[in-house]
């Protein structure tokens, strides 16, 4: 009888393990489910903010160019010269990543994504600016408000060519061979690789 006692009990010792960890096994994937979705729900969001300010102030931007809505006349010099190098580096960017494995709405969204860090990092700076003018008195936020549109702009302008130029994905991405003759805005990049496939299968064919 002590013998069959012992035994049940070690069944049931085990059993009870068992449930024990089935029961942590549990709590941990859901615990990791939880995390990964809270994880999602924040980039999603911190996404969303950073798309939503680049668009705002590259709308705020094309507003300010033609503020007086007198069409080309209503560009500056500098203002001219900033089109031209966006037109330009806009070109760049998409040469370089028709040839890598990015998806379109990645190709559409990097460049707005590092325009709207640099616009975040810049409404931190005027954050703090603005306290400090609070706590002591002082109104250089308003100082540059009023003098430094000039500044502003171009500063704007700045975040804009730079989100552009950085914004070209990484070699490893790459799933076609650069060539000089993509500059060229055609679409040589497919024709060359239907070639070479078209010059493989007639090597395969004459093997």
Same mark, same amino acid.
């Given at each position: 009888?002590?013998?069959?006692?012992?035994?049940?009990?070690?069944?049931?010792?085990?059993?009870?393990?068992?449930?024990?960890?089935?029961?942590?096994?549990?709590? @941990?994937?859901?615990?990791?489910?939880?995390?990964? !979705?809270?994880? %999602?729900?924040?980039?999603?969001?911190?996404?969303?903010?950073?798309?939503?300010?680049?668009?705002?102030?590259?709308?705020?931007?094309?507003?300010?160019? @033609? $503020?007086?809505?007198?069409?080309?006349?209503?560009?500056?010099?500098?203002?001219?010269? @900033?089109?031209?190098?966006? &037109?330009?580096?806009?070109?760049?960017?998409?040469?370089?990543?028709?040839?890598?494995?990015?998806?379109?709405?990645?190709?559409?969204?990097?460049?707005?994504?590092?325009?709207?860090? =640099?616009?975040?990092?810049?409404? &931190?700076?005027?954050?703090?600016?603005?306290?400090?003018?609070?706590?002591?008195?002082?109104?250089?936020?308003?100082?540059?408000?009023?003098?430094? $549109?000039?500044? !502003?702009?171009? @500063?704007? =302008?700045?975040?804009?060519?730079?989100?552009?130029?950085?914004?070209?994905?990484?070699?490893?991405?790459? %799933?076609?061979? =650069?060539?000089?003759?993509?500059?060229?805005?055609?679409?040589?990049?497919?024709?060359?690789?239907?070639?070479?496939? $078209?010059?493989?299968?007639? %090597?395969?064919?004459?093997?």
């Amino acid at each position: 009888m002590d013998r069959s006692n012992v035994e049940q009990r070690q069944k049931m010792g085990i059993n009870g393990s068992k449930k024990h960890e089935g029961l942590l096994h549990l709590l @941990f994937e859901l615990d990791w489910a939880v995390g990964r !979705i809270v994880a %999602t729900l924040l980039n999603v969001c911190l996404f969303i903010a950073l798309v939503g300010m680049a668009l705002i102030s590259l709308w705020l931007a094309l507003i300010n160019i @033609f $503020e007086y809505q007198e069409g080309l006349s209503d560009i500056s010099d500098i203002e001219a010269v @900033f089109v031209i190098l966006a &037109l330009v580096l806009l070109r760049r960017y998409f040469i370089y990543t028709r040839q890598t494995s990015e998806r379109w709405w990645n190709m559409w969204s990097m460049p707005l994504i590092w325009y709207g860090r =640099f616009v975040l990092v810049a409404w &931190l700076v005027v954050s703090v600016v603005a306290l400090t003018d609070l706590q002591e008195g002082t109104k250089h936020l308003d100082l540059v408000r009023l003098h430094g $549109e000039n500044y !502003i702009q171009m @500063f704007a =302008f700045s975040g804009i060519l730079l989100s552009l130029y950085i914004a070209v994905p990484s070699k490893g991405k790459r %799933t076609m061979v =650069f060539d000089s003759q993509d500059l060229n805005g055609d679409d040589s990049i497919a024709k060359n690789n239907v070639n070479s496939q $078209e010059q493989s299968q007639k %090597t395969k064919s004459d093997i």
